[in-house]
């Protein structure tokens, strides 16, 4: 798929360029996740498959690179809350089918579904700073969804869904499981 190799490469060039420097690799992810998405709307393609090509090609480059899965999941939330607020879509529901989307993804690939639910929890609450959703919401939404899709994988990735989930509540974000939350982010 064009989409997906081509937006993998910008990445894995991104990654690269931003060296070590994590919080850099973060704020240039997070808008290369949004113009992705604005670019893939612009299009006319549809949203949720944007957003999955976005995810894989976030996880794609964050192996070839080997920025920390939990950074790339951060940036990844960021980005695609930008523009959800741009879209006037709802955060909380969006928030949830992207960590269960990525969770999912990361495991299909042999990553740490602890760092990608880690990642998505922290970007939650960064990237809801300018929509009208509060940080425990958004942190809840990133944590069930995450934990959902763990529950499909299996008893490994739950445990490290809730290792990273862990790590996100020693830095105080605070946030508890929800509702079921639906996969789908449209």
Same mark, same amino acid.
């Given at each position: 798929?064009?989409?997906?190799?081509?937006?993998?490469?910008?990445?894995?060039?991104?990654?690269?360029?931003?060296?070590?420097?994590?919080?850099?690799?973060?704020?240039?992810?997070?808008?290369?996740?949004?113009?992705?998405?604005?670019?893939?709307?612009?299009?006319?393609?549809?949203?949720?498959?944007?957003?999955?090509?976005?995810?894989?090609?976030?996880?794609? *480059? !964050?192996?070839?690179?080997?920025?920390? $899965?939990? %950074? =790339?999941?951060?940036?990844?939330?960021?980005? &695609?809350? @930008?523009?959800?607020?741009?879209?006037?879509?709802?955060?909380?529901?969006?928030?949830?089918?992207?960590?269960?989307?990525?969770?999912?993804?990361?495991?299909?690939?042999?990553?740490?579904?602890?760092?990608?639910?880690?990642?998505?929890?922290?970007?939650?609450?960064?990237?809801?700073?300018?929509?009208?959703?509060?940080?425990?919401?958004? *942190? !809840?939404?990133?944590?069930?969804?995450? $934990?959902? %899709? =763990?529950?499909?994988?299996?008893?490994?990735? &739950?445990? @490290?869904?809730?290792?990273?989930?862990?790590?996100?509540?020693?830095?105080?974000?605070?946030?508890?499981?929800?509702?079921?939350?639906?996969?789908?982010?449209?």
């Amino acid at each position: 798929m064009p989409m997906r190799e081509n937006f993998t490469e910008r990445m894995t060039n991104m990654m690269k360029s931003a060296g070590d420097a994590t919080t850099a690799a973060i704020d240039s992810m997070s808008h290369m996740v949004t113009d992705a998405l604005s670019e893939v709307e612009d299009n006319g393609s549809d949203y949720g498959d944007a957003l999955v090509e976005t995810i894989r090609g976030t996880i794609m *480059a !964050s192996k070839q690179t080997g920025l920390e $899965l939990g %950074a =790339a999941s951060k940036g990844l939330m960021i980005g &695609v809350l @930008q523009r959800t607020k741009e879209l006037g879509k709802e955060s909380l529901k969006t928030i949830g089918a992207t960590s269960f989307k990525l969770v999912k993804m990361t495991a299909e690939v042999g990553g740490d579904a602890g760092s990608a639910a880690r990642g998505a929890i922290e970007g939650a609450v960064d990237g809801v700073a300018d929509i009208a959703t509060n940080s425990e919401e958004a *942190a !809840s939404a990133a944590y069930t969804g995450a $934990l959902e %899709a =763990a529950e499909e994988i299996g008893a490994q990735a &739950v445990q @490290q869904v809730r290792n990273g989930a862990d790590v996100a509540k020693d830095k105080g974000i605070e946030f508890h499981q929800t509702s079921q939350i639906n996969s789908n982010p449209c």
